[in-house]
């Protein structure tokens, strides 16, 4: 499993962006300092407030708006699926396409959004074929 930690403004203004998105809240992991959202049986996001993330860490801080710390990826099932998650990333207040789209032909094809803390999301499609034949079928695209 992988559990994706991000430092949020307001919680629950960030868990309904994450449910408007389609994960679903765990109440069991979750208060008013943090929210544990269901990705996926293995992607799991916990969403803490800037306060209580600090606790985990001597570190400051990134403010996402302004500046870049990770882009977090995840795949789709087609290119439509691509589409409906950063459209609907949009609608619940994201900032669509903080990247250029991803367009390498038949193979592959990526969107990205931020969301309402700036955190960079990429969303990607690729053809299980291409898939098979790792870096060679880029190379010889």
């Not at 600090?54 to 570190?59: E, G, Q, R, S």
């Not at 803390?117 to 870096?135: C, F, L, S, T, Y």
Request: with cysteine; glycine share 6%; charged share 25%.
């Amino acid at each position: 499993m992988i559990f994706i930690i991000l430092p949020v403004t307001d919680v629950a203004k960030a868990t309904a962006f994450y449910e408007a998105i389609g994960l679903r809240k765990n109440p069991a992991f979750s208060n008013d300092v943090a929210s544990s959202m269901v990705w996926s049986d293995v992607i799991h996001v916990m969403l803490l407030s800037r306060d209580f993330f600090a606790t985990f860490t001597p570190k400051e801080i990134a403010d996402a708006h302004r500046t870049a710390q990770v882009a977090l990826c995840v795949s789709e099932d087609s290119r439509e699926d691509v589409d409906r998650l950063v459209e609907q990333a949009g609608a619940a207040g994201a900032e669509m396409d903080p990247g250029p789209k991803q367009e390498l032909g038949e193979m592959m094809y990526g969107r990205s959004f931020a969301d309402l803390d700036g955190h960079h999301w990429e969303v990607m499609w690729m053809d299980p074929a291409a898939a098979a034949q790792g870096a060679q079928a880029f190379e010889a695209a």
